[in-house]
């Protein structure tokens, strides 16, 4: 289905999915709406884009998880005013029922959607943990991809994506058994038992209170003096304790850890249509030569690359 009418674009997902509300954040962004969906054992496979930045606001899932990963651009979801989660190439999204949410998508996102009945994910967490009993924890929604876990994630996507191709050119309604979406299913909650440390609404609920005033000193003041001399002031334990705790819990070192949440940071000002150097600065990073090689190193790209991917310049008409 593709239409150029924000109105009508919204009145359809509303009636697939659950009603909402859908707002384009920029005058000058043209609406190319794509969806294509088609029904698998466990729910739906779907790939959507809206072409325009645009703010989506959902009514909660109820009955459903929502499994969501780029294949360009990506989206940050937020509550009670407050970033929750955040998607781009490199991550997905994997979001619960009830929660209440507003979504902006940035410019030319192109997303593939994995919905799920809710009731799948509960039987095939408890399968996961040999528990018949066992209740699906609280789930940060974010899946790093670049984990062994995400990277079967993102191939299982892939392979998805494939087969939908596939069934489109051949007429073979092959989805509707495939064995793929729940092996995606077991490959995203296999990511979530490893990585304990992040199961839960909010992140930091789960860290030791040391270690937790330290994270969100770290959130809160990413373009301050974040040595380690600072975090030890805000954590108040010793150096050899601080190292222990953030190798434990967050599996890197203080500064390791404190680079990757700038390079998110960035990356989302980036996403956002915000110049390099601009989305540099906000994140901490004073020189632009390291900043770059930095995040080519995390994210497989330039820094302008990712923003010319995301806000590609309009073409230009020629005069008759």
């Known amino acids: 289905m593709r239409l150029e ?3 009508a674009a919204c009145e359809l997902m509303s009636k697939r999915y659950k009603p909402h509300g859908l707002r384009r954040l920029s005058d000058t962004d043209g609406v190319e709406f794509v969806h294509v969906t088609a029904p698998v054992p466990i729910g739906s496979f779907n790939v959507l884009q809206y072409g325009a930045k645009v703010e989506v606001t959902p009514e909660p899932f109820d009955d459903f998880f929502m499994l969501e990963m780029p294949l360009r651009g990506g989206a940050s979801l937020e509550s009670q005013g407050r970033r929750t989660a955040q998607s781009s190439t490199d991550r997905a999204l994997f979001v619960p029922p009830h929660a209440r949410f507003r979504s902006e998508w940035a410019q030319g996102t192109l997303q593939l959607m994995l919905q799920i009945r809710k009731e799948v994910v509960l039987e095939r967490w408890q399968m996961l943990c040999g528990d018949a009993t066992r209740q699906l924890p609280k789930i940060f929604p974010e899946i790093e991809l670049s984990t062994p876990e995400g990277w079967r994630v993102r191939k299982l996507l892939m392979l998805l994506s494939d087969e939908m191709k596939e069934a489109v050119a051949t007429g073979a309604d092959t989805l509707a058994e ?7 299913v077991d490959a995203a909650l296999a990511y979530f038992r ?4 992040t199961l839960a609404e909010d992140p930091e609920s789960v860290l030791p209170a040391h270690l937790r005033r330290c994270v969100r000193y770290i959130h809160d003041n990413l373009a301050a003096d974040l040595s380690v001399p600072v975090l030890l002031a ?18 890197k070192s203080p500064r390791a850890y404190v680079e990757a949440e700038r390079l998110r940071h960035a990356r989302k000002h980036l ?29 497989g790209e330039k820094p302008s690359v990712t923003r010319a991917n995301c806000c590609p310049k309009p073409a230009s008409s020629s005069g008759s």
Request: no cysteine; aromatic share 12%.
């Open 5 to 7: 009418d924000l109105d």
């Open 271 to 299: 996403l956002e249509g915000q110049a390099v150097s601009a989305s540099a600065r906000a994140a901490g990073f004073t020189h632009m030569g390291r900043f770059s090689a930095s995040y080519e190193a995390a994210y």
């Open 178 to 184: 495939t064995p793929l979406a729940a092996a995606t």
């Open 194 to 197: 490893k990585h304990q440390a």
């Open 234 to 251: 805000q954590s108040n334990v010793s150096e050899r304790t601080l190292f222990k705790l953030f190798k434990t819990f967050l599996h």
